[in-house]
């Protein structure tokens, strides 16, 4: 872990604009009429509308999307009663947290008002605004009757974060941990160590899950909380034991078998973690120092099994694996309330998630390789992109059932889609590419079968039902890597192009390599010896019919595949080169650019070939190619330099095919911005279109334009490079490429592979749109 000083955290809060969070416009502004329609008058049509039909609130403003974090500032983050304004980055920081994974929007609000009446008061003032209420860093007692009372008086869901979002994610955490222990929940031994609004809750939600009462024993600063205390609180009362036996922490845990601290640090020795029940488990969630360190809880029993609230150990509890996907699934319901329904739903989603195959990007994140189920992994990650999906979908089904929706979900599988879009994890288009491919999958051959990302990729493949994947390696090594990443190979064949076994095959392709490149020069010895490098090998493969698609490039130079795959299969008749695009998928739209990765410095003869094989290329994608020719002059400006033979391709692109919208040469300004172009430039056959295909001058700009786009905008899904214009299915990754990049180039290779195999029945289109 990276070590957190005052001076970086000042400066990571100060710096550029002050504060974490900002509000953006999300409707069209620079117009009068954008204007007019914004505020007065058309605002007062949605107003009328709402006076008529209160719920329609949700249809014409943000109140569905819009939670309010509300805080007194008398709890905060273990820092106690530093009042509201002083809390106020930290409910900035919530606000953050709320964004970036539940796609919320989010008012940080500081109420200086310690009067519980009086608090209640303010937020019931306001309450119309939001859709939801996340109380915060709000001290016991008053936390409970502040919560209890919001919750009968608005219609909204109103959640104590620091109560149920702890109860949650624990309570996740224990059913798998018990599970793990081979232990049941009715049965075990639970001592809780707090007695504040976590503590509380989360006992209170264990009993939901199965816990006796009688079996709990929990503890405050003065000991064990006996019945015959004298002014116990209601909440101390409900866990009030009537054993008589035990008064200290260590009398308590001795023989338990569930230890949760909600307390302070160091407060469990190891002797008293040694005195536990075999397979003990502890979460201390002591924050920043635990109860009891990991390492010291590992060394005094190495059969525990440990949480912390520390995201440098393992099983992290930690609220953001909770409450962004809880209000999440809460708001698309427009829900009324947040009930226990929900709340074990959320906790139940959870717990499931954690038993399932871990993404590639968790892994990643974490720089391991052998996250599954078991002792070290029983809680998700925070940084798992299924959260969203599994949780906000299970919170949002318990809301319908319970009765507390106002809006019914039918289509989850479309709710889902739409909450991976939400956050810009799976694309419709993505979504589309793997399914269409799964529906016909095909032999891919992956040419760097020992690389850790081509063989993530190449088993994710396999498991969608993207392909039938072929690996080039050495079975020994393969199996080595596959074990040392926990990837499960067995399926998948594996294709050693230089044992002896291969001779005939490695001969047979020679033969057809040398034939086909008789008058330049081959001879079969030379197209033999070629044989052993992985990618004459494998485009072989393709083109002699024993694979469908190759995927080749990430350690390979791109020099060196180019002229591979010209030799080999081929540049197709109609063209004089090949090419390959990029698809960037943003919020303003789907953009292609070509081409990012052959062609350096094309003459007009390529530019040419370029901009039919990028019309082509769109269309296979079931989109009309709208192409704006890029360079540094618009329309003829520039009489010398790249912009001419930019204009003679534009022009003989325009005579053979007239009705193909395509234009330039123009700036990138212009190709963009409609109204700018058709208000500067009537004449252009672009005009009342919207370019959704840039081609450039060359490489250069080409691969640096989409580089660019990437690097500012990380948001945008990058898909590519795509080949286009060889005879077979051949296509490039480079070494930057993700497993998940990987996997969308596989998808695309599947479907060309396929469209090769049906060309002859007409039936060149499969991508449909949804």
């Known amino acids: 872990m990276v070590k957190i000083t005052k001076e970086a955290a000042l400066a990571y809060h100060h710096d550029g604009r002050p504060g974490k969070i900002e509000v953006k416009p999300t409707k069209p502004y620079q117009t009068q009429t954008d204007l007019s329609l914004a505020y007065s008058p058309g605002v007062a049509y949605p107003c009328l509308e709402i006076q008529k039909n209160p719920n329609d609130v949700y249809k014409y403003t943000d109140k569905g999307n819009l939670v309010a974090v509300i805080s007194n500032g008398t709890a905060v983050l273990g820092l106690g009663d530093i009042g509201a304004m002083s809390g106020k980055p930290v409910m900035e920081g919530k606000g953050l947290l709320f964004k970036i994974y539940g796609g919320i929007d989010v008012f940080d609000i500081e109420i200086d008002e310690k009067d519980p009446e009086k608090f209640c008061e303010a937020v019931e003032k306001i309450a119309p605004t939001f859709g939801g209420i996340n109380l915060e860093d709000i001290k016991a007692p008053e936390c409970f009757a502040i919560e209890e009372r919001l919750k009968k008086t608005l219609d909204i869901p109103v959640m104590h974060d620091d109560q149920h979002g702890t109860a949650i994610i624990s309570a996740a955490g224990l059913m798998n941990a018990l599970e793990v222990a081979g232990k049941k929940i009715d049965e075990v031994k639970i001592v809780v160590n707090g007695a504040g609004a976590a503590a509380i809750s989360c006992t209170k939600l264990y009993c939901s899950f199965g816990a006796k009462k ?14 015959d205390r004298p002014n116990l609180t209601p909440q101390k009362k409900l866990f009030a034991t009537d054993r008589r036996d035990v008064h200290t922490l260590e009398e308590a845990v001795k023989g338990a078998d569930v230890f949760v601290g909600l307390s ?12 536990m029940a075999d397979k003990p488990i502890v979460f201390a969630l002591a924050n920043p120092v635990p109860e009891i360190s990991y390492e010291d809880a590992m060394a005094a029993r190495p059969d525990v ?17 909770g409450f962004p996907y809880i209000f999440r699934g809460a708001l698309d319901v427009h829900a009324k309330a947040i009930n226990e329904e929900m709340k074990m739903a959320a906790a139940k989603a959870i717990a499931q998630l954690a038993k399932e195959p871990v993404p590639d990007i ?5 720089h391991v390789n052998d996250l599954t189920f078991g002792p070290k992994y029983f809680i998700p990650k925070p940084v798992d992109p299924r959260l969203i999906t599994e949780v906000s979908s299970a919170v949002a089904k318990a809301a319908i059932e319970s009765g507390v929706a106002r809006h019914i979900i039918t289509d989850w599988d479309e709710y889902k889609e739409h909450l991976r879009q939400l956050l810009g994890q799976e694309t419709k288009l993505t979504r589309t590419l793997h399914a269409t491919a799964a529906q016909h999958p095909q032999r891919v051959v992956f040419a760097e079968g020992g690389h850790q990302t ?16 072929i690996l080039l390696g050495n079975p020994d090594r393969l199996n080595r890597i596959a074990n040392r990443l926990k990837l499960d190979i067995s399926g998948i064949t594996i294709i050693d192009m230089r044992a ?25 010895e030379e197209a033999y010896d070629k044989m052993y490098e992985r990618n004459y090998f494998g485009m072989s493969m393709v083109e002699n019919g024993d694979a469908d698609a190759f995927i080749t490039g990430l350690y390979t130079k791109y020099s060196n595949t180019i002229k591979v795959a010209k030799e080999v299969v081929g540049i197709q008749p109609e063209f004089n080169h090949f090419a390959t695009m990029h698809i960037l998928n943003t919020k303003k739209g789907v953009f292609y650019l070509a081409d990012t990765l052959i062609n350096r410095h094309p003459d007009e003869d390529t530019l040419y070939d370029i901009a039919k094989l990028t019309a082509h ?8 190619p709208n192409i704006a020719m890029i360079s540094y002059s618009n329309f003829g400006t520039d009489q010398v330099g790249s912009p001419v033979k930019v204009h003679a391709a534009v022009e003989r692109m325009q005579k053979e095919d007239p009705s193909l919208a395509i234009d330039g040469e123009m700036q990138v300004n212009f190709a963009l911005n409609d109204e700018l172009r058709d208000d500067k430039y009537p004449f252009t056959k672009l005009k009342g279109k919207k370019v959704n295909t840039l081609i450039f001058p060359n490489l250069t700009s080409a691969n640096a334009s989409y580089k660019l786009l990437q690097a500012l905008n990380p948001d945008a899904e990058i898909i590519g490079p795509i080949q286009m214009g060889l005879n077979k299915p051949i296509h490039f990754t480079d070494f930057e490429c993700s497993v998940r990049d990987v996997v969308n180039i596989t998808a695309v290779a599947v479907i060309d592979a396929y469209v090769e195999k049906i060309k002859n029945s007409n039936s060149c289109l499969l991508l449909k749109k949804k």
Do not use: W
């Not at 968790?362 to 974490?366: D, G, H, I, R």
């Open 362 to 366: 968790v892994n990643e994140v974490y």
């Open 305 to 321: 099994l440990m949480s912390t609230g520390r995201s440098d150990k393992p099983n992290q509890i930690n609220n953001v694996i």
């Open 454 to 469: 081509m063989m993530k990729a190449a088993v994710q493949a396999k498991q969608e039902g993207i392909c039938e994947p």
């Open 500 to 524: 002896d076994q291969e001779q005939g095959r490695r001969a047979t392709y020679a033969k057809h390599l040398a034939e086909k490149r008789a008058r330049m020069g081959y001879t079969f």
């Open 214 to 227: 009688e079996n709990i024993v929990m503890l405050d600063s003065k000991g064990v909380i006996t019945s």
């Open 617 to 624: 290329g769109v269309r296979f994608f079931n989109e009309e």
């Open 264 to 275: 302070k640090g160091n407060v469990l020795t190891q002797d008293m973690v040694r005195s």
